[in-house]
């Protein structure tokens, strides 16, 4: 009876103990939990995309008359650089929880073989549970580390997020670009045909027969350029459909060009402001804290870390008879802590975190000037395309049009020769093209600077925003 109630005791003290020491870990958890619900309500930045449940996604196919914003939706739920982003940030916030927990409790047992024999009775086994503390501060910074290495994550979703937008939105304007292309060469390949007749009408009024073999030459040129051109949709729609995780040959609609107003550009202030936003910045900022955070934790590797416990003696009754606490199960306190005295080693984790600062530093820098030499890149892009449409729609290509039809009445008039005809009508393909081109540099200057600014508010009535389902 009596061994009955000492391990009854032993078992509650031991429960005590037990749940002491983990209530720490047990309420870190809840907290954690609570962040976390918080963090996918209210993502981390301010991106146009929230977060996306990859698993749960059943997106309808495309429409024939499908949009730009239609296609950025759906790679936006199906792209797996987006999923495989979007789970490193969900595993990202795992990790406080585990680096702020407290370490497992030890639990102990000895049976002695030899029983050692006391005043009050022979010791018969022993049972410990002990609990090892970090210094002081040493969790909270190791939770600061990691939820840093969360914003990288998060940062890291919102980058890949701007970077398929940009690519989609480049691969869509460059296939509207090659439809523009095709249409315009298909009508020269019929205007052509037309000077063929012309040139033929006047080989039987008594012209020589250079100018019909000379338009059925260019008629060949044209023609091969359209082959080429066609050949052109395979691929580029092939990069499109993979961008929404399709197959390469699926169904899209032809694409019409993304944009066609002028840009309301912000100001050069604005657009640094802007640009200091950008989530590669803020990724490797969440670095630079880190890697300081990381100097503050080495530092406090120079302090001893606490183990306290809690041991229980199971002791039988003593044969001598009269002596006090007869048979008594003893219980101890104990405590314990490291010797921090391997001063080569911590010296060197304080010198490596930071180097590792420094290095976090000069990255930072890196990417801040290779953004601005990219914005600076775009907005001459943007501009260029700008002048250059102006050029063509006002100028060049009226005059182009202009000349054709005179080269044309010259030509049947026998005052020129069909070479300028010819000539003429290069030029036109050449400008109208050009025309074209303009617009799709225009369309993928502006992807480019909505990548590097963050915004969907360049155009007056864009819209602002693309919602997707909340995880």
């Known amino acids: 009876m009596k061994t009955t109630a000492n391990f009854s005791i032993a078992n509650k003290l031991i429960l005590s103990g037990l749940i002491g020491a983990l209530t720490g870990c047990a309420s870190g958890k809840t907290r954690h939990d ?4 918080e963090a996918i309500s209210h993502p981390i930045g301010s991106g146009a995309l929230t977060p996306v449940q990859p698993t749960k996604l059943n997106h309808p196919e495309l429409s024939p008359d499908a949009s730009l914003q239609d296609v950025l939706s759906m790679a936006a739920m199906r792209h797996p650089g ?9 595993a990202a916030l795992e990790k406080s929880p585990q680096v702020t927990a407290l370490p497992d409790p030890k639990f102990s047992y000895g049976y002695f073989i030899r029983e050692v024999e006391t005043r009050v009775g022979p010791q ?20 600061q580390m990691a939820d840093h290495d969360a914003e990288a994550a998060w940062q890291v979703y919102e980058s890949t997020k ?7 939105k480049t691969t869509w304007n460059e296939l509207a670009y090659l439809h523009e292309s ?14 063929e007749r012309v040139a033929q009408a006047s080989f039987r009024s008594g012209s020589d027969v250079t100018g019909v073999v000379k338009a059925q030459v260019e008629i060949g040129k044209l023609e091969d350029r359209l082959l080429s051109l066609q050949d052109m949709i395979l691929p580029l729609t092939t990069r499109l ?3 929404m995780n399709r197959p390469p040959n699926t169904f899209l609609p032809v694409p019409k060009l993304g944009n066609t ?3 309301q550009l912000p100001s050069k202030t604005s657009m640094d402001t802007m640009l200091l936003q950008h989530p590669d910045l803020a990724a490797l900022q969440a670095e630079v804290e880190k890697s300081r955070k990381s100097i503050q934790l080495a530092l406090k590797n120079n302090r001893p870390d606490f183990t306290l416990g809690l041991d229980y003696i199971q002791t039988a009754p003593s044969a001598t008879a009269g002596i006090s606490d007869n048979g008594k199960d003893p219980v101890m306190i104990t405590g314990a802590f490291n010797i921090p005295i391997w001063n080569r080693k911590n010296k060197a984790a304080v010198r490596q975190a930071e180097s590792n600062t420094s290095a ?3 990255r930072l820098k890196q990417r801040e000037n290779e953004l601005q030499t990219d914005l600076a890149m775009a907005l001459f892009n943007y501009r260029d395309a700008e002048r250059k449409l102006g050029l063509y729609k006002n100028s060049l290509t009226p005059l182009t049009e202009n000349a054709l039809r005179v080269a044309e009445q010259s030509y049947q008039a026998g005052q020129s020769d069909f070479l300028e005809l010819i000539d003429a009508q290069r030029l036109l393909l050449e400008f109208q093209l050009s025309y074209q081109r303009a617009l799709a540099d225009r369309a993928i200057a502006t992807a480019d600077l909505e990548k590097l600014l963050g915004t969907h508010s360049l155009l007056p009535d864009s819209t602002q925003s693309l919602k997707t389902t909340q995880p």
């Open 34 to 37: 609570a962040e976390r619900t």
């Open 124 to 143: 018969q086994q022993r049972v410990g549970l002990s609990q090892m503390f970090p210094w002081f501060g040493k969790r909270t910074l190791a939770g």
């Open 182 to 195: 095709i249409r315009i060469t298909q009508e020269n390949i019929e205007l052509m045909k037309h000077l």
């Open 241 to 243: 459909n993979t961008e």
């Open 82 to 90: 987006m999923k495989a982003a979007f789970e490193a940030w969900q």
């Open 162 to 168: 701007r970077r398929l937008f940009q690519s989609v």
């Open 360 to 362: 976090a530093q000069l």
């Open 261 to 263: 107003q002028t840009l």
